[in-house]
Structures are given as structure tokens and as C-alpha cells.
């Protein structure tokens, strides 16, 4: 399809293992975003990429997550030895440029850690 | 204080009834600024962008007050399908920096 890519759709693990979670943008966006969105919360922010690089890490919980982006389109982003508080839905987004407009969400990847 | 502010609702009203909300922001460098739809377990999409003129899009209004640092939204003649979570979006700084408030829920009943 045209839209943003997620996988896994659904992800159970347990406590103490490593996920990876995967995000494949619209052809030809730049920009990348990750959000994760907890139950009956907002969307918290995690990381931008613009192209292969992230100019804002700000938002990424802990060290036990990481991001990357490859070729400016993949992106992968990596949670370590996870926690029952790491559940949630991760939502990417991407848009054409930096700050335009319209964010194009994928469907999301709902982690539970059990 | 959190950067975007919502009141979370639940917002529950008759069809075609009226309803407004509002968001208000800290930062006063603030640039630009949306309402976002977000359905049930599905993701956000866009609404409407917010202009400082006010914008509107059929039975929807969208306004910023940057004196007082909000956006509000306005919903004339609601359906059943504007039941939804409704998000504000800041975008400010670089522009890489996109804020989404913590939304806020309609319902709306027949």
C-alpha cells in the first residue's frame, strides 16, 4: 500500500527480553516520527528523524531504547530488556519535510510485556 | 506544567447539537498548530490546520488566540461520527518538535 508501514502489528513478550519494531514511511518522506501512546493517554514523543539522522532524541525514555534509520526510508526502533511499563501502541509517523502540516500515522505496533 | 493542555472529557452530546473544546499551550514560541481525529484503536489523522484568522471546514471551526496561548475547536450540527478523541498539535522550535495534547473525547448520542 501507499501509506505508513508498521510490524509487528501485535507484539507479546516478556519482561527482560528485546523487541524491534518496525516502521516503513511513505515513499519519499524525510521525516520520520516515533510516538508510543499508552492506554486512554496522549501521544508521547520518542524521536525525529530527518533523513538517516536524529537531530532530536529528546524524547526516548530511558538508554534500553534506540533508533535507527537506514537508506532514509526503514526505521527500526529498539527496546532492551523490556518492562511492563514499555506496553503501549508505538505509533510512527512521517511527513514529506521537517514541520509540514500533515503527519501520515501507520496503524501502530501494541507492545505488552508481560 | 505539560507543553499542550486538553481538557480530557468525555464531551457527551445530542446529535446535532453544538459542542467547542479548547487547548492551550506554554510555549509562546509556538509556530503552527492542528486538530487531529483519533478513533477508537486506530491511529491519528488530520483534521484541520489552525490559522490566526480562524479557519473553517464545513460544520468545523478551528481558532487560535495567541495572546492567551489557545487553539479551539468548534462543531456545529454533530453527528454520530464525530465520536472520536480529539488531538492538538503544536508545532514549535525547529519544527521537529510536534506536541500532541492528550486529547480529548466525544461522544455523541442519538
Known amino acids: 500500500g501507499a501509506g505508513v508501514s508498521q510490524s509487528p502489528s501485535n507484539k507479546v513478550t516478556e519482561k527482560g527480553k528485546d523487541v524491534e519494531l518496525r516502521c516503513d514511511p511513505i515513499?519519499?518522506?524525510?521525516?520520520l516520527y516515533w510516538y508510543r501512546q499508552s492506554l486512554g493517554q496522549g501521544l508521547e514523543f520518542l524521536i525525529y528523524?530527518?533523513?538517516?539522522?536524529?537531530?532530536?532524541k529528546s524524547g526516548l525514555p530511558s538508554d534500553r531504547f534506540s533508533a535507527e534509520r537506514t537508506g532514509g526510508s526503514v526505521s527500526t526502533l529498539t527496546i532492551q530488556r523490556t518492562q511492563q511499563e514499555d506496553s503501549a501502541v508505538y505509533l510512527c509517523a512521517s511527513s514529506l519535510e521537517q514541520g509540514v502540516r500533515e503527519l501520515f500515522f501507520g496503524e501502530g505496533s501494541r507492545l505488552t510485556v508481560l | 506544567r505539560k507543553e499542550v493542555e486538553q481538557d480530557p472529557g468525555p464531551f457527551n452530546v445530542p446529535e446535532g447539537a453544538t459542542v467547542a473544546f479548547n487547548c492551550t499551550y506554554s510555549?509562546?514560541?509556538?509556530?503552527?498548530f492542528f486538530w487531529y481525529r483519533q478513533d477508537c484503536r486506530k491511529e491519528p489523522k488530520l483534521l484541520m490546520s489552525?490559522?490566526?484568522s480562524g479557519n473553517e471546514d464545513g460544520r468545523f471551526t478551528a481558532q487560535l488566540n495567541r495572546a492567551s496561548q489557545y487553539i479551539s475547536l468548534l462543531i456545529r450540527d454533530s453527528k454520530l461520527s464525530d465520536s472520536a478523541t480529539y488531538l492538538c498539535v503544536v508545532i514549535y522550535g525547529s519544527a521537529s518538535k510536534i506536541i500532541f495534547g492528550s486529547g480529548t473525547r466525544l461522544s455523541i448520542r442519538p
Open positions: 528523524f530527518q533523513g538517516n539522522s536524529a537531530p532530536d
Open positions: 489552525v490559522y490566526s
Open positions: 510555549n509562546s514560541a509556538s509556530q503552527s
Open positions: 515513499s519519499g518522506h524525510t521525516a
